[in-house]
């Protein structure tokens, strides 16, 4: 899987940078989104715990992605901004929570 940022955007309202993500997977699947927010956090020295992936789409008959990914400065900004239906899906609050 390679990763190409598309455009990066600093959201200081948010405290957050916006991501825009293009995905190259020759030969393989569309990446799931666990596997996903792990390379993202690992590219951007991010922890874990601050990346949201708010879509990923694939396109048919290519081997590309494209997502959209929320990258914030610390966990418990994550957890005040985000919509809990987007924290339920990257796992980051459990279902009762949510």
């Given amino acids: 899987m390679d990763i190409e940022i598309i455009d990066e955007k600093q ?3 948010f405290n ?6 293009q995905i190259h997977h020759q030969n ?4 799931t989104r666990d596997a996903f927010r792990k390379k ?5 020295n991010a922890e874990l715990n601050t990346v ?6 694939g396109t048919f008959g290519l081997p590309s992605s494209s997502a959209l ?3 914030y400065e610390t966990p418990d900004q994550t957890l005040k901004t985000e919509a809990k239906h987007f924290l339920k899906r990257n796992k ?4 009762e929570e949510a």
């Fill in 52 to 57: 949201v992936v708010r879509s990923i789409s």
């Fill in 92 to 95: 980051l609050v459990d279902a």
């Fill in 40 to 44: 993202i956090a690992a590219l951007s």
């Fill in 69 to 71: 990914v929320h990258i």
């Fill in 28 to 31: 393989e699947a569309t990446p």
């Fill in 16 to 21: 957050r940078k916006e991501l825009t993500v």
């Fill in 11 to 13: 959201n200081t309202l």
